[in-house]
T-cell receptor
Framework: SQTIHQWPATLVQPVGSPLSLECTVEGTSNPNLYWYRQAAGRGLQLLFYSVGIGQISSEVPQNLSASRPQDRQFILSSKKLLLSDSGFYLC?????????????FGQGTRLTVV | SQQGEEDPQALSIQEGENATMNCSYKTSINNLQWYRQNSGRGLVHLILIRSNEREKHSGRLRVTLDTSKKSSSLLITASRAADTASYFCATDARGGGTSYGKLTFGQGTILTVHP
């Protein structure tokens, strides 16, 4: 069966510090991968998506970047965090040939920038 | 952009009652999905309805889709305290591979079911 791991679960970081959030998927190959951010009590905003190794597309200009060094690994990074980067970050995957398929989400990372 | 909008933003009911949540969207879609999120957790897929379907059932869930009105509704029958969560609709835009499976989520409905 497929599983998705996302860590850490919570993170408190000072302004100006770097960030690295990791997400890995097991039990499938060549998934489409996504990073979403959720503000408190709000819907999900798509940040990045990837359809293959090294292929990253950004949806929203911002202080963050993403990388996909391996087929089932997706990393969200920042060189210098801003207060506005605080939020709940969710990684998700869908099967390649995504039409009519569901998305599977990790448990999320609660990031607080202080 | 967040094209899905749920209504109401919050819903409070008693156990045993039915809960109905609505979702509106703006563009042509391939399918519409509903997800559930427990507080502070990831989203869990509930049900998917394709653009050529009008109604779909799964257990206590009933989803309708009206593409002419660009709207959908999720009905949870005989609600339980354990149904307390946020519920989101998400759309797959029509457009084939260029959309790369990017789901667009609404703002969600917070459902509270009182025992």
């Amino acid at each position: 069966s497929q599983t998705i791991h996302q860590w850490p679960a919570t993170l408190v970081q000072p302004v100006g510090s770097p960030l690295s959030l990791e997400c890995t998927v097991e039990g499938t190959s060549n998934p489409n991968l996504y990073w979403y951010r959720q503000a408190a009590g709000r819907g999900l905003q798509l940040l990045f998506y990837s359809v293959g190794i090294g292929q990253i597309s950004s949806e929203v200009p911002q202080n963050l970047s993403a990388s996909r060094p391996q087929d089932r690994q997706f990393i969200l990074s920042s060189k210098k965090l801003l207060l506005s980067d605080s939020g709940f970050y969710l990684c998700a995957w869908r099967r390649g040939g995504w039409v009519g398929t569901e998305a599977f989400f990790g448990q999320g990372t609660r990031l607080t920038v202080v | 952009s967040q094209q899905g909008e749920e209504d109401p933003q919050a819903l409070s009911i008693q156990e045993g009652e039915n809960a109905t949540m609505n979702c509106s969207y703006k563009t042509s879609i391939n399918n519409l999905q509903w997800y559930r999120q427990n507080s502070g957790r990831g989203l869990v897929h509930l049900i998917l309805i394709r653009s050529n379907e009008r109604e779909k059932h799964s257990g206590r869930l009933r989803v309708t889709l009206d593409t002419s009105k660009k709207s959908s509704s999720l009905l949870i029958t005989a609600s339980r305290a354990a149904d307390t969560a946020s519920y989101f609709c998400a759309t797959d835009a029509r457009g084939g591979g260029t959309s790369y499976g990017k789901l667009t989520f609404g703002q969600g409905t917070i459902l509270t079911v009182h025992p």
